[in-house]
Nanobody
Framework: QVQLMQSGGGLVQPGGSLRLSCRASVPVSSYIFDWYRQGPGKQRELIGNITYPGSTNVDDSVKGRFIIYRDIINNEVYLQMNRLKPEDTAVYYC???????WGQGTLVTVSS
């Protein structure tokens, strides 16, 4: 059974950093992993992904601030979030691309 277990998140001040982790029960090098977020009153949106060879794509809204990378040995995918803004407040999800396998979601709150 495929499982995605997220960790990280919490409350951070504007300008701060957080790292989210998504531990998978499958080899992370064998799948494309997406990161989504859903802000208050907003639709869930795709913010980026990491592909089989490890290349990444991120949305313009977070480009230059968010980095996606992975640890093949530990089967984890990470979302490193820097220079956080209040508008980054959302529940963040990892997902295996093209599947219905989602992480449980992690709340990130950016507030002073």
């Amino acid at each position: 059974q495929v499982q995605l277990m997220q960790s990280g998140g919490g409350l951070v001040q504007p300008g701060g950093s957080l790292r989210l982790s998504c531990r998978a029960s499958v080899p992370v090098s064998s799948y494309i992993f997406d990161w989504y977020r859903q802000g208050p009153g907003k639709q869930r949106e795709l913010i980026g992904n990491i592909t089989y060879p490890g290349s990444t794509n991120v949305d313009d809204s977070v480009k230059g601030r968010f980095i996606i990378y992975r640890d093949i040995i530990n089967n984890e995918v990470y979302l490193q979030m820097n220079r956080l803004k209040p508008e980054d407040t959302a529940v963040y999800y990892c997902k295996i691309h093209g599947s219905d396998f989602w992480g449980q979601g992690t709340l990130v709150t950016v507030s002073s």
